[in-house]
């Protein structure tokens, strides 16, 4: 069975950061294609980032600059790093995996695999 769990979340004041790390167990790990996304309340969902198996990553415009992506596969587990935090950051974020596509996509219907989120709020 697979599962993937978020964590790291947390309440921090604007421009402060943080780093969310996801674990997908269950999937043959190494160079997995894996996407965050985040959704604020009343708002659709939203690819920020997502890393490729062969590690290329593509960012959403509203973070690039302020937002990593990584993994580290002896630990399988992927990080985002979040700096320079703004209010419009708050949102569930959510980790996603697929083994059935190679490439880097923040299209939701992609993934097969999600986590139940963990939360950021960034009060200004």
């Known amino acids: 069975q697979v599962q993937v769990v978020e964590s790291g979340g947390g309440l921090v004041q604007a421009g402060g950061s943080l780093r969310l790390s996801c674990t997908a167990i269950?999937?043959?790990?190494?160079?997995?294609?894996m996407g965050w996304f985040r959704q604020a309340p009343g708002k659709e969902r939203e690819g920020v980032s997502c890393?490729?198996?062969?590690?290329?990553?593509y960012y959403a415009d509203s973070v690039k600059g302020r937002f990593t992506i990584s993994r580290d596969n002896a630990k399988n587990t992927l990080y985002l790093q979040i700096n320079s935090l703004k209010p419009e950051d708050t949102a569930m974020y959510y980790c996603?995996?697929?083994?059935?596509?190679?490439?880097?996509?923040?299209?939701?219907?992609?993934?097969?695999?999600w986590g139940q989120g963990t939360q950021v709020t960034v009060s200004s």
């Open positions: 996603a995996a697929t083994p059935y596509y190679s490439g880097c996509s923040t299209v939701p219907g992609t993934y097969n695999y």
């Open positions: 890393i490729s198996w062969n590690g290329s990553t």
């Open positions: 269950g999937l043959s790990y190494d160079d997995l294609p």
